[in-house]
């Protein structure tokens, strides 16, 4: 038996070097300095062998949210710059979080928000970058600079900004609303939808309680999960959604849910009985920005991409695309110029500062932060149980 | 079984089949809609035939997918057959135990087979990035000397790869051993008396008996790996997709009608390719009757 | 060893070795360890807070298997007298849905069951709703379907029938005429035929079938995220949330993992008790 493990072992080893593609470079001086290598069983699409340029291809590695890029844009890039990008979508902050940590992915690029930017610099996840080869940075609006997940601006390349509130369909719920109240009222039963993201569902339950969506306290992150637990126990909930929101509202199988200003915009054009609401009590607003990772192994392809992204053409190519606003100041300001060229009729204003409100609407929301480990994982904790 | 048909019998299998089809020509319907929706019905359009064509990612999805389930079916044919045979020679206190881990994969719930891959590759990956970086070794051949260096490996279409091979290859193995099991043991010594070696013994008598049995067996492990989600999920890393992991992203935020013209597509050419399939098998089959009498 | 023939099995004992056993063997090392892989019996004391979710996800697995089996028993019996021909026919028909992707036939049904779905904009225009709010005084205008508990169930039915049928209908096939023509002519009635030789003939695809549709429903967590809704999380939304998803914790997923194949291969063993001799599941 002994034999045949011994056998199986070697031909494991055998078909692994072979198919991993090593590099074979000379070092001694005779060397014209042309490296041969010997890309054996390597796939093209940089496969299982995801090494630097074993075939000369550049490849990028992108993680970005779903519906979140005009795909065109893509297409546009590979084009220009000849890297081939392999193009994955995440559902929310704290899947992208696991995707990362259980190592299964290895992406080169990605777009966190504003607290989940924080919580990778504080575990190393993330690398500084070089302004020098993204010179769109400078177009970047000063108001999203400096904010408090990149205080030195050394790690992030802001790329898209927003609200988060209520949507509603204003056939299906009596009388304006106007406070986080809605989501928990018997009023809507089982026409509400949960945002399926413990940061946000818990953040919407803190401001309606009056507290900060950044408190440490555990009473009322406690307080926060009883109100939404208590309200799930009474029925009020249809669903835990995240991007399924679009099909749900679109098509009035739900009456209230919560989600980001840029993707009401894109319902509104589907279904325009929806209506979209920054209660009083305040909201949240954030930042999505481009972070590369620590181990990315196509970092130049990495900073061509963000700077490709940052420039003022495809930033307003972009907002077009999935209204989420630009940090880009000339983009944002060229924004309704675009739009009559485009369509060749005035963009409703009101649209526009749903999309891009003004720095005082933004004085009522609140910024989230990162939350010490042990908050995150009473989070983490009373998450799962809302889920039994 | 005594053959009857009856009413009863027709309707119950018509209502059934209606259950399991109706869903399936809603969406192939809804491919030709001109409108972006699965609900609302807005006329008649190719258009998302020809967006798909445009659509590199939904593309690059479709040819992943059918290039890992084609490769792993094909492997998973290969050694499945000489494993089966394999097996078929062992005494029983070694096969017993074999079987069983043989049916791990089957049986498994796919979400424990897909995490534990994945927690797997990780862990060997890791282990061999760790390798890669820390050691380089110089060779020294015909007097010049060269520096090999180990790539950093991730998850990718390999271990997606090695993933389909591994729950693709106990379907083989079931689908030959009756074969095997109803093949005359006496036949292949006797080959092997007149004279044949092993090798021709093999290729003469053995495979020809089980033959059926390798053919009909990668149709159903292949229709699993093209139709399989979970395990991939786990073990296709960040830059590979498969067609099932790209629809999965998309029922979140909305399935684009893209996606039904290629199902549609790939719906039509199966459709195609078994009929042609199944009438030239009553055909020969037919004639084989003819010539009987 | 018999003979150098057996030899031909190596590679395979290897690549199972080192594919199949050495992942399972991971996700039990996980299991048993913290973030910082010290050994801790911890995840499995936090397994009672899952009661709930084991509760639920076996009830339904159970009902989608018992829906699936009194479906598909009769069909592959009806289908089995069938013609040469129509068999033929009606065996493609069972196998072509699986070309297209299951998560599209999912979002599909799902489409179909949504409060404005097909099923309740078909209710509505035959005045269904307006017939049973005259008579009962309620005001409905749809019936919930997408996030109960019977929808998870329809998804599993829907996904899972074929791999129920299959099995059945192949040992029905194979089966000897002559037996239930002897069992006739020694004066079984066509009850006492079915229950005596056809049932106890045919059990081993009943018992495979039951393992096929059975595993998948339990672990399932596309289907009860798309029909659930999210709110009826099954024991598969738990592991891919520890995992992939919103509360990364993979030993306690490991955990959770644990415990279900565990469970589950105990409840395949006890029933293939009854199925005693078969040695393996019949499929083809």
Redesign the interface.
């Known amino acids: 038996m002994k034999k ?2 011994a ?3 070697a ?2 080893l055998a078909a692994s070097l072979a ?10 001086g ?2 014209t300095g042309g490296s041969s290598t010997d890309n054996g069983g390597s ?1 093209d ?7 630097t340029q ?1 075939d000369g291809k550049r ?1 990028l ?1 992108v ?1 970005n949210w ?2 979140y890029i005009d ?1 065109d844009l ?2 546009e890039f ?1 084009e220009k710059t000849g890297i081939q990008v ?4 995440a ?2 902050n ?2 992208l ?3 990362l ?7 080169d690029v990605i777009c966190p928000s504003d607290y989940m930017i924080s919580q990778l610099i504080e575990e190393d996840m993330i690398q500084k970058l070089n302004y020098d080869n993204i010179p769109n940075y400078e177009k970047i609006g000063d108001q999203f600079k400096g904010l408090a997940f990149d205080p030195n601006n050394e790690y992030t390349v802001p790329s898209t900004w927003g609200t988060l509130g209520i949507i509603s369909n204003k056939t299906m719920v009596d009388g304006e609303i106007t406070s986080w109240s809605s989501l928990y009222d018997d009023a809507n039963k ?1 026409n509400v939808l949960l945002i ?3 940061r946000d569902a818990f953040g919407n339950a803190l401001i309606y309680l009056g507290y900060s969506v950044n408190t440490t306290n555990e009473d009322e992150i406690r307080k926060a999960y009883d109100l939404i637990a208590d309200a ?1 126990k009474r029925g009020i ?8 929101v ?3 509202m ?5 009456a209230i849910a919560t989600y980001y200003a840029g993707d009401y915009l894109t319902m509104y054009e589907v279904n325009p009985d929806l209506a979209y609401v920054l209660p009083e009590e305040g909201a949240n607003w954030f930042v999505d920005a481009w972070c590369i990772l620590k181990n990315a ?1 196509h970092v130049s392809e990495a900073e061509e991409w963000i700077n490709f992204l940052a420039s003022t053409e495809s930033s307003l190519a972009n907002m077009d695309y999935i209204w989420y606003a630009s940090p880009n100041t000339e983009a944002l300001e060229k924004y309704p110029e675009y739009y009559k060229e485009t369509y060749g009729e005035d963009l409703d204003m009101d649209l526009y500062n749903i999309m891009a409100p003004s720095a005082e609407v933004l004085k009522k929301c609140e910024n989230y932060v990162v939350l010490p480990e042990e908050t995150r994982n009473l989070y ?1 904790d009373l ?3 809302l ?2 | 079984m005594k053959k009857k048909t009856n009413l009863g019998n027709r309707l119950l299998i018509g209502i059934v089949f209606f259950f399991l089809y109706a869903p399936i020509l809603l969406l192939i319907f809804f491919s030709f809609n001109d409108a972006n929706s699965s609900v609302i019905w807005q006329g008649f359009s190719l258009r998302w035939y020809t967006k798909l064509f445009q659509n590199q990612l939904i593309i690059q999805s479709v040819y992943n997918t059918l290039l890992v389930s084609a490769l792993a079916t094909i492997i998973a044919t290969i050694v499945g057959t000489f494993s089966a045979i394999g097996l078929y020679s062992m005494r029983r206190k070694f096969r017993n135990p074999l079987m069983t881990v043989n049916s791990i994969p089957m049986m498994n719930a796919d979400i424990v087979t897909g995490v534990a891959m994945c927690l797997f590759f990780v862990a060997v990956l890791g282990g061999w990035n760790y390798l890669a970086v820390n050691y380089r070794f110089t060779v020294n051949l015909f007097g010049a000397v060269y520096r090999i260096t180990f790539p950093q490996l991730s998850l990718g279409f390999g271990t997606l790869l090695i993933a389909h091979i591994t729950f693709n290859i106990p379907y083989v193995i079931l689908s030959v051993s009756p074969k095997l099991r109803q093949m005359d043991k006496n036949l292949v010594d006797a080959a092997q008396d007149l004279g044949c070696t092993w090798v021709q013994a093999f290729f003469k008598v053995i495979l020809p008996e089980i033959m059926p049995g390798i053919v009909s067996g990668p149709l159903i492990p292949f229709t699993i790996s093209v139709d399989d989600f979970v395990i991939s999920y786990f073990t296709a890393g960040s830059a590979t997709s498969t067609l099932a992991m790209q629809i999965y992203s998309m029922t979140k935020k909305g399935v684009t009608p893209e996606i039904n013209a290629v199902s549609t597509i790939l719906f039509v050419v199966v459709l195609v390719l078994l009929i042609i399939v199944n009438v030239r098998e009553i055909r020969a089959e037919k004639a084989a009757a003819k010539r009987v009498y | 060893m018999k003979n150098k023939r057996s030899l031909l099995a190596i590679p395979y004992v290897g690549w199972m070795a080192l594919f199949v056993v050495a992942p399972i063997v991971m996700v039990v090392i996980y299991a048993f360890t913290t973030a910082d892989f010290s050994v801790t019996g911890e995840n499995f004391t936090r397994m009672g807070t899952f009661t709930v979710i084991f509760t639920r996800s076996f009830k339904l697995a159970i009902i989608a298997t018992l829906v699936c089996l009194l479906i598909g028993y009769p069909l592959s019996y009806a289908m089995a007298r069938e013609g040469k021909g129509f068999q033929r026919v009606a065996m493609l028909l069972i196998m072509l849905p699986m070309w297209v992707n299951f998560l599209l036939r999912t979002y599909s049904m799902m489409s179909i069951m949504e409060n404005n779905g097909l099923i309740n904009q078909f209710f509505a225009a035959i005045g269904l709703f307006d017939l049973i709010n005259g008579i009962f005084g309620t005001d409905i205008q749809y019936f919930k379907m997408i996030g109960t508990q019977g929808a998870v169930v329809v998804g599993m039915v829907y996904n899972y029938l074929p791999f129920m049928v299959l099995p059945i209908y192949s040992t029905l096939i194979k089966m000897d005429n002559t037996l239930l023509e002897a069992a006739r002519d020694l004066g079984a009635d066509s009850a006492a035929v079915f229950r005596k030789v056809i049932l106890p003939l045919s059990l081993p695809g009943i018992l495979s079938g039951v393992t096929m549709v059975f595993v998948p429903s339990v672990s399932t967590f596309a289907i009860s995220r798309l029909l659930g809704g999210g709110i009826q999380m099954l024991l598969g939304d738990l592991i891919e949330q520890q995992f992939l998803g919103g509360a990364y914790n993979p030993h306690l997923g490991s955990a959770i993992a644990l415990v279900m194949m565990v469970i589950v291969v105990a409840c395949m063993w006890v029933m293939n008790r009854f199925g005693e001799g078969e040695e393996q599941a019949v499929m083809l």
Do not use: P
């Open positions: 045949l493990t056998l199986t072992l031909c494991t198919l991993t593609g090593c590099t074979i470079e000379r070092v001694d005779t060397s796939t699409n940089g496969g299982s062998t995801g090494n074993t490849v590695n993680c779903g519906e795909v893509i297409q590979q392999n193009y994955q979508t559902e929310s704290e899947s979080y696991s995707l940590k259980t190592g299964g992915a290895n992406y089982g399926n993201n413990s799930n909930f249809q669903g835990k959604v995240m991007d399924e679009f099909n749900k679109e098509q009035g199988n739900a192994q983490n998450w799962i149980q889920g039994l």
